[in-house]
């Protein structure tokens, strides 16, 4: 369980198997689940008001652990009761977790705190992190946001990224503790260091917004920001091209700059496809190139940005740059095309 929670999928199946094999059905299932993930990374569960939400990092955030999604045979669900009242501590917290979201029958978040107590009382540290999210967020009859905090202290202690990245929230905000800046960093670096993103985030701009205050914070922003860039999340690519550009904590980049505004653009980041139509209209750090400023004018207007640009520079074309700027916008929609076009233009020597 420890190596599925860090995300260890290689050998959490190894063991799983070798449990499987002397017939644990749980384990069995588990193996099933690491062999049928469709999507690689696995989805994050994001818990405001005990709801499951995909979306972009947000420092008020919080996290419930990695679900569990049930893909046990009808044997293995109707088992899982008796080995819960057995003692079994993973069975606790599967138990929990089907009745918490309602996988495999409806939802009863009372009966599910309950389970999951036992597991937390057994160690279990999923179940921590949930408990304590609920204790939190939940209803208020459920609340005791004390309790809920002492939780995710003890789940973090014992390496458990969710909770040292709750911890580290909770510190910035001052909820339920004195607010304290330091210990939100020390918080986020530790469960950082499993690759995930929302720490990553965090802590680059947290380090951000204190930059000016100190060059250690600059080189630290611009650390993390490269590290969550890397892991293609365009946000933090778009910065990290900010960070090249003004020369923040690091010496200016124009190459660098110019890499970074490419990927985040790819990813349709807005902000970078504005940077880049401007940079190409003014023949700023790049050669002048109207035809690409206007196609990225186009993919803008398609994004719901003003028409306004387009007109602005279809009025200092030639024809002919009109007729390459048409023919370039139409190919363009395609990521394939746009990263082609990008390429040529940005791997240009600008000559002096």
Do not use: C
């Not at 044997?75 to 501590?89: E, F, S, Y």
């Not at 202290?153 to 800046?181: H, I, T």
């Not at 024809?319 to 390429?343: S, W």
């Amino acid at each position: 369980m420890q190596a599925y929670q860090r995300q260890d999928y290689a050998q959490a199946q190894q063991y799983f198997e070798t449990a499987a094999a002397e017939g644990n059905e749980i384990a069995a299932d588990f193996v099933r689940v690491i062999i049928d993930r469709e999507p690689q990374q696995p989805r994050l569960a994001r818990w405001l008001a005990l709801e499951r939400v995909d979306g972009g990092v947000m420092l008020n955030g919080r996290f419930g652990n990695l679900f569990f999604t049930p893909k046990a045979s009808p044997a293995v669900r109707r088992g899982l009761p008796a080995r819960a009242a057995a003692g079994d501590a993973v069975a606790q917290w599967m138990l929990a977790m089907m009745l918490h979201s309602g996988q495999g029958g409806p939802v009863d978040l009372p009966e599910a705190v309950r389970w999951y107590r036992a597991a937390a009382a057994q160690g279990n540290v999923p179940a921590m992190d949930n408990l304590g999210a609920i204790y939190q967020y939940g209803p208020v009859s459920l609340r005791d946001p004390a309790a809920g905090l002492a939780l995710w202290q003890q789940a973090a202690r014992a390496d458990s990224f969710v909770s040292q990245y709750n911890l580290g929230v909770s510190y910035f905000l001052g909820d339920g503790v004195p607010r304290d800046v330091d210990q939100a960093l020390y918080w986020w670096r530790l469960a950082a260091q499993n690759d995930w993103l929302f720490p990553m985030r965090a802590l680059a701009e947290t380090h951000a917004e204190l930059r000016e205050k100190d060059p250690y914070h600059a080189r630290q922003a611009q650390l993390w920001y490269q590290r969550a860039a890397q892991q293609g999340n365009a946000a933090a690519q778009y910065e990290l091209a900010r960070i090249y550009r003004y020369g923040w904590g690091v010496a200016r980049d124009e190459r660098q700059m110019l890499s970074w505004y490419r990927q985040a653009a790819l990813n349709k980041y807005e902000d970078a496809m504005k940077t880049l139509r401007e940079l190409f209209h003014a023949g700023d750090h790049v050669a002048q190139d109207l035809p690409m400023a206007y196609a990225l004018a186009v993919l803008m207007y398609a994004d719901g940005d003003s028409i306004f640009y387009q007109q602005r520079i279809d009025s200092q074309m030639s024809e002919a740059q009109r007729t390459e700027a048409r023919a370039l916008a139409a190919r363009v929609v395609d990521k394939a095309q746009l990263a082609a076009a990008l390429a040529e233009r940005l791997d240009k020597p600008v000559q002096p």
